[in-house]
């Protein structure tokens, strides 16, 4: 096995000096405010909503400050340290809470659409006598859906699917089954048994390789937890290993050097602009290169594998980069197969519509000349454990050789 490439040192902070993560970590004053700003909003336009008769005073208010205090145990949880059990109690409160807010204030979207049209089509003609009745009914209704939604979604978080799919190779490359996942997320909110269930799903399908492709870690994962996780991943054997990159939220908190630390400590062996000859063995020649995250500014992938040497530049090269961007760039340096997370597919209705704008390829299967791409929806979720666009998945891809695939990408 070779191993080559730049030995990138990240120094905590470091990082926070690039251009890319401070034009990131700028926008994070700004989802405060709006966050501050959407919950003053709707819990005033609540309060009012419930006035007339059949509700007391004191009953509106005792709902209302109910739902500051689970407004304020979000920001805050994210803000303080530990993973006892009443920090996890209340962050997963304070994480349902914004999964809340935002169905909730997606049900209510749909209402004020409903009651525009109404007022032209009069689809639905309410006497001004039960106009207080109606009110009331549309709050219960509002917080019913949302909180409906929120658990069918967090539901739909516990049942992993896995994707397959079958690529062709050349005749002369060797079958490779690649086992692949983004976005775990592992922290308070993501345990070590959730990541046991992942592993259950991918031990009987017998990968050649497992892939990490970034976001493995959360800002709040516990280094005390690395030796069980170290555990659960012993349980695979993958014949030519596991590898990863490492994502953006592994650099937050200016933790970009323990997150590596971590995760090669736990058994992932991380890629940052590094490349490895995987196979060398066997004679089947697996260029796999790992990039590190946009966020943190990173060489172009022909640069990171400028020292590949002539015999070995036409290996079958397979590119892991967390975010689905620079595709030109794989394109130019002749990679066969980029994987890539980051999108999680939107994660909640209807975002999943919105992410296409945002990249080239923001999810599924996509081709560029010979250079293929898969954008997984990542098997976990950020912040509340809850998935209400897609399923949480596993790629499973098997390079399969063909004799009408003449070669691979240069």
Known sequence: MTCQGAQVTIVPGLFFHSGRMSSFLAFVPILKGLYVIFNVVFIARFYFALRGPG???????SLCLLAVALSLVFPVTRAIDGNAFWIKALSFAGHFWFAFMYHAALVWALLCIFRLFNRRFRWLVIAEEERVRWRHRSCAGIAVAAVVMCIVGWINMQYPVVREEKLAVPAGVAPLRIAALSDLHLGRLASVGFLSGVVDLIEPLSPDIVLFLGDTLEHDFAPSEAQAIAGVLQRLKPRLGIWGVMGNHEYLEERGALSKRLLNQVGIHTLIDQWVMLGEESNEKILLIGRRDRFVGRKPVQKVI????????????????????????????????????????????????IVPFLFENAYGYYRRGQTQYWVTSGVGAWGPRIRTSGRPEIMLIDLVPQPDVQELPQ
Request: hydrophobic content about 40%; charged content about 25%.
């Open 55 to 61: 509700i007391s005073r004191a009953a509106r208010i």
């Open 306 to 353: 400028a020292d590949v040497s002539e015999e070995d530049k036409d290996a079958l090269k397979i590119l892991l980069d967390h975010q689905p961007t620079d595709l030109e760039g794989a394109e130019k340096a002749g990679v066969f197969l980029q994987l890539s997370g980051h999108s999680h597919n939107g994660q909640f209705f209807p975002l999943n519509f």
